[in-house]
């Protein structure tokens, strides 16, 4: 079984040669890259960060600036998850965090698959780690069946709570990373004439129970190259002016604050349904 489920009928989806299919005969092929596309058709529209913006990121993290991060993250999943654990990142990009968990978890018998409505970030996932499970999808509309995983990570990623919870099984547990106050607020600094700070967004989850919280904090020194891609890895970029961008790209040293929280819910069976809400993805 792929882990994944039909977006036509809903049905679960098989692994066969170059692809899935379904009992009712929907087949989708596998990408070289290992995905395969489960978003419905859309003429020809590209979805999610372009190829700049996720080679900027996969420059940036391949150079371990946010690998206490990951680290946080990692130990936060091991806490929670169960050696047979079915295991969904939605909204995984290129792939980076999604990696470190499936290493982490590699003496489980557990299962990461990551789902993204970019194809560039599946295929710059599909280079990072071949046996990746992946598919092109919409966090909300996840290829999964209902109560189909143990747990779903979403780490700068749009939220969708309800979604979250049709594919959990009851009391199954999410797992979110997003930025704190000042995250990355030496960047902004450098290249905004009124830097601005995060809005932090609420510790409820309709439809969940909050288990625990950390933070992450701490200050990077980021040099050369990587202070753009920094910035380019970010929805930062394309709300910067010109001027702005010329001012990081002639940065050789930037000192900024690193802050992340990790928050981790459990679903409670039953509850009402919720909306859903966004946070900035790529930060």
Same mark, same amino acid.
């Given at each position: ?24 005969? /929907? ?19 590209? /979805? ?19 690998? *206490? ?6 130990? *936060? ?13 939605? +909204? ?9 968990? @499936? ?43 209902? /109560? ?29 990373? %997003? ?8 960047? @902004? ?28 904090? %701490? ?18 970029? %394309?709300? *910067?002016? @010109?001027? +702005? ?6 940065? *050789? ?20 349904? +919720? ?9």
């Amino acid at each position: 079984m792929s882990g994944f489920r039909c977006p036509h009928c809903g049905k679960s989806l098989e692994n066969v040669a170059g692809g899935v299919l379904c009992a009712n005969g /929907h087949r989708y092929d596998r990408s070289k890259w290992g995905y395969v596309n489960l978003l419905p058709p859309s003429r020809g529209k590209n /979805h999610g960060d372009d190829r700049m913006m996720v080679r900027a990121r996969r420059d940036f993290l391949n150079a371990g600036y946010y690998q *206490t991060l990951a680290d946080a993250l990692c130990e *936060t999943v091991l806490t929670y998850a169960n050696e047979r654990a079915r295991i969904f990142d939605a +909204g995984c990009g290129e792939g980076y965090y999604t990696v470190a968990v @499936k290493r982490a978890l590699a003496e489980y018998h557990a299962r990461i698959f990551g789902v993204d409505v970019s194809k560039v970030a599946l295929e710059f996932a599909g280079r990072r780690d071949r046996t990746l499970d992946l598919a092109a999808a919409s966090v909300y509309a996840l290829p999964v069946c209902d /109560h189909g995983c143990e747990m779903v990570m979403s780490v700068f990623s749009p939220l969708a709570p309800e979604e979250f919870r049709r594919v959990l099984i009851p009391g199954g547990t999410f797992v979110e990373v %997003y930025p704190l106050e000042n995250h990355l607020f030496g960047l @902004k600094r450098a290249i905004y004439d009124e830097p601005y700070r995060n809005e932090v967004k609420p510790d409820m989850l309709e439809g969940f129970a909050l288990l625990e919280k950390r933070e992450v904090r %701490y200050t990077m020194t980021v040099t050369g190259a990587d202070i753009g891609n920094l910035l380019r890895m970010t929805p930062y970029w %394309y709300k *910067t002016s @010109k001027e +702005g961008q010329q001012k990081a790209d002639m940065l *050789t040293t930037l000192e900024t604050e690193a802050e992340f929280g990790i928050a981790v819910y459990r679903a409670i069976p039953d509850a009402g349904k +919720g909306g859903s809400s966004d946070v900035l993805s790529g930060v």
